[in-house]
Structure formats: C-alpha cells, structure tokens
C-alpha cells in the first residue's frame, strides 16, 4: 500500500491552478500552458500504477510537467534556425554610438525580474497549498480571478461575514508563511 | 449602522482585509487609521497586509480559466472511464 494515495478524479480541483501558474511563468503563453498541463495529466494516468507514493501527489505531477515543459523547448529550438549573432554594425557609418550600443542589452534588462517573480509565483503557490482547501479556493477566487463577495457568497452559500473571516484567516496564514523569504 | 471611529482590534483587521480588496467605506478607513496610531500589534499587521497585496500583484499569479478546467475534467473522467489504468 503506498504511503500517499493517488486520486485523479481531484487533479483539476487540486491542482489545475498550481500547475498553471508555474507553466506560464516559464513558457508565456497560455495556450501552450494549458496543452502541457493536459499532457502533464494524461502522462500521469499513464504512469499511475508506477506512483509509489514516497512524494506527494503534486510533487509527481510537477516533475512530469518539468519534463514536458523542457520538451516543449526542445521542440521548438530544433524548429528555429541556429544561433542568431546580433551585431548592429552599420558599414556605412563606423562612427556611431558604438559604445552606447554595447553598453546594456534592452532584452536583457527584464531577465532578472522574470526569475524573480517566477521565484515569488512559486512561494504563492507553495502557501497557497498549506492552507485547507476550501479556504485557499475562496481566498483564490477573491484575490486572484477578483471575483465579487457577492458572487463568492452565492457560490458557496455564506454570508459576508463568513467569507471575510475565511479571507482573514487566509491572509494571516499567507503573511506568516510568506514572511521569512518575501516579507 | 453605526459610525464609530475607535473600533477595536478585531474590527480593525477586518477593516484592513476590505481595504486590500478597496471595498472599506471612507468611515471605516478613518477608524482603521485611528487605531493604528494607538494600536502597535495592528500597525505592524497591516503593513504586512498591504504588502502581501502588493506581492501577489507583482507576481502576476493566474488561475486556470474555469472553462478550460471543466474541459480538462472532462478528458480525466473519459480517460479513466476507459479503464486502462
């Protein structure tokens, strides 16, 4: 009997949103997220009976969706021509702004900004999945799609003053989980 | 309803998660400052509130769109009812 048990019918529910936000902090495209998360799952029902359940569920899912995403970049590096060499030198005109030119790379300059909010993304995600299920799914609806308390209410059938002591709890959970590294 | 400007503690904190989601009346923000200035546990509270907030904008954090989840649950559930696993 393995440790941890694997239970497909919940992925979605448990995971879609983990699994998407950590695609598309590294492919940046939605769509291509949402067909590597489909092939991420569908590997998975493949290779269940392989589960031994020594990491968890979301752990086994997210070193299948590794793989898929560095296949993904395999694939589309062998489609494009080989190293491109950028040298904006203009013949005609030698005595340009040379040294200007070389001074900073524009495509550059967001580089680290990229790896550090893929970093936080992560974080988010990683305190997202301690909290218990149903209050993470309301906090997620409230802060992250910014759905209105009346909607969130009607959907889950409570009050205001319910969804505000769930949204508080929430928030205190997520700033002590978060406050070592990011706070 | 009533409009009082020194609220306590409890009040205070979920004055400040309504301001996080701008949905705090201009009364209930005048008390939260109010108390603030007197209250050190709350001052400290709220400045990581907000900066929790400012965190999970700067992440650009993104849920899967409803649809497409109820399409992937749709593949899962035929998949599985084929019972190859």
């Given at each position: 009997m393995p440790s941890k048990q694997i239970d497909p019918t919940q992925w979605v529910k448990r995971y879609s949103d983990y699994l998407f936000n950590y695609t598309i902090t590294r492919v940046s495209d939605r769509e291509v997220a949402q067909d590597l998360i489909s092939e991420t799952f569908l590997a998975g029902l493949k290779s269940m009976k392989n589960f031994q359940g020594k990491a968890s569920e979301r752990t086994w899912l997210i070193a299948i969706l590794k793989r898929k995403i560095i296949d993904h970049y395999r694939k589309i590096n062998s489609k494009k021509g080989k190293a491109e060499v950028r040298i904006n030198y203009r013949e005609d005109d030698g005595e340009g702004d040379w040294m200007e030119e070389r001074v900073a790379d524009p495509f550059d300059?967001?580089?680290?900004?990229?790896?550090?909010?893929?970093?936080?993304?992560?974080?988010?995600?990683?305190?997202?999945?301690?909290?218990?299920?149903?209050?993470?799914?309301?906090?997620?609806?409230?802060?992250?799609?910014?759905?209105?308390?009346?909607?969130i209410c009607n959907a889950y059938n409570i009050t205001a003053s319910n969804l505000w002591v769930i949204i508080h709890r929430a928030r205190t959970a997520m700033v002590e989980c978060m406050e070592k590294n990011w706070l | 309803m009533s409009f009082k400007i020194f609220i306590n503690c409890e009040k205070a904190g979920l004055v400040c998660d309504k301001v996080q989601y701008e949905e705090s009346s201009l009364i209930e923000k005048i008390g939260l400052n109010i108390h603030v200035v007197f209250c050190g546990p709350c001052k400290e509270h709220a400045k990581?509130?907000?900066?929790?907030?400012?965190?999970?904008?700067?992440?650009?954090?993104?849920?899967?769109?409803?649809?497409?989840?109820?399409?992937?649950?749709?593949?899962?559930?035929?998949?599985?009812s084929k019972g190859n696993f």
């Open positions: 300059k967001t580089a680290e900004d990229v790896i550090e909010n893929t970093e936080l993304g992560d974080a988010i995600y990683n305190c997202l999945n301690k909290l218990p299920e149903r209050q993470a799914e309301i906090f997620k609806l409230k802060t992250i799609d910014g759905q209105e308390t009346e909607t | 990581k509130n907000v900066k929790l907030t400012e965190l999970l904008k700067q992440a650009k954090i993104q849920n899967m769109p409803e649809d497409k989840k109820e399409a992937l649950q749709q593949l899962i559930n035929e998949e599985l």
